[in-house]
């Protein structure tokens, strides 16, 4: 499998999960999807666009307030199925106070090349580990990035009403008994997607991230799953870290977003 087609099958794993438990109104350019029970998540209530609309950003914007007119949400967010696009609008939406947004994809399809911690024991929520153990790792992770204590509550919300939906598994890392880490995978056919990888500041340092990560990608060849994608911001240090458990970029997915005033 190539490059392209890798990356075709992330950004159709990332649309599926985008309009998973939302309203979804198509477009001629995409879709909006909302969902008012959780006004405060961004990848909840957002523009996805398949292509550019002939209206160009204003169209956009002009859609999206349509639709969000009367309702508790404040942001503006999009996303794009291609990077080019989003790249080649960048200015008009930097215009109008929206801030630019990248993540790369990347696709297991190497050998790893690191040392995982053995220490580390890990365990299925719901088999061995704790929702609440998962959600004490989540929102820890969520403080130090600075979300407030209601847009943690509802972000974790609509994670586990979308895991339930899809079959997306949560997993917590465990060193000396203690929640260290966690992430989530979910297998889709021939691909596994993994997501919410984090490590609580205190187990920083000590190769939690990576096993956790060289752990999923074991659960996902038991799962038949040929490829485990997962994606992680363009200028973050992690890449360095997937590359030697043997990941590769497969592409870009861009955004805008204007925060709530």
């Known amino acids: ?46 523009a996805w666009i398949e292509r550019a609309p002939a209206g160009g950003p204003p169209s956009i914007v002009a859609d999206m307030d349509r639709v969000f007119e009367g309702t508790p949400v404040r942001h503006r967010n999009l996303l794009f199925a291609d990077a080019q696009v989003a790249y080649d609008q960048q200015e008009a939406f930097v215009g109008r106070g929206f801030q630019p947004l990248a993540e790369l994809g990347m696709a297991r399809v190497g050998l790893p090349s690191c040392i995982v911690n053995p220490e580390l024991e890990v365990r299925e929520v719901g088999a061995g580990a704790t929702e609440s153990h998962y959600r004490l790792v989540q929102t820890s992770l969520h403080a130090e990035s600075g979300y407030t204590t209601e847009e943690s509550r509802q972000l974790l919300e609509v994670e586990a009403e979308r895991r339930r939906a899809v079959g997306d598994r949560a997993f917590v890392g465990y060193l000396t008994g203690e929640p260290a880490g966690a992430f989530t995978l979910w297998p889709r056919g021939i691909f596994a997607m993994i997501g919410a990888v984090g490590t609580l500041p205190a187990f920083r340092m000590r190769g939690v991230g990576r096993t956790m990560i060289f752990d999923a990608c074991q659960r996902a060849l038991q799962e038949r799953c040929e490829y485990s994608l997962l994606t992680t911001n363009v200028l973050e240090a992690p890449q360095a870290m997937y590359k030697t458990l043997g990941f590769e970029p497969v592409g870009e997915l861009r955004g805008f977003l204007r925060r709530a005033p």
Request: proline residues 2%; glycine residues 6%; hydrophobic residues 45%.
């Open 1 to 46: 499998m190539n490059v392209g087609d890798l990356h075709r099958a992330l950004i159709d794993l990332v649309r599926t999960w985008i309009e998973t438990g939302v309203e979804v109104e198509r477009t001629a350019y995409g879709a909006i999807v909302r969902d008012l029970r959780h006004p405060l998540v961004h990848e909840a209530n957002l």
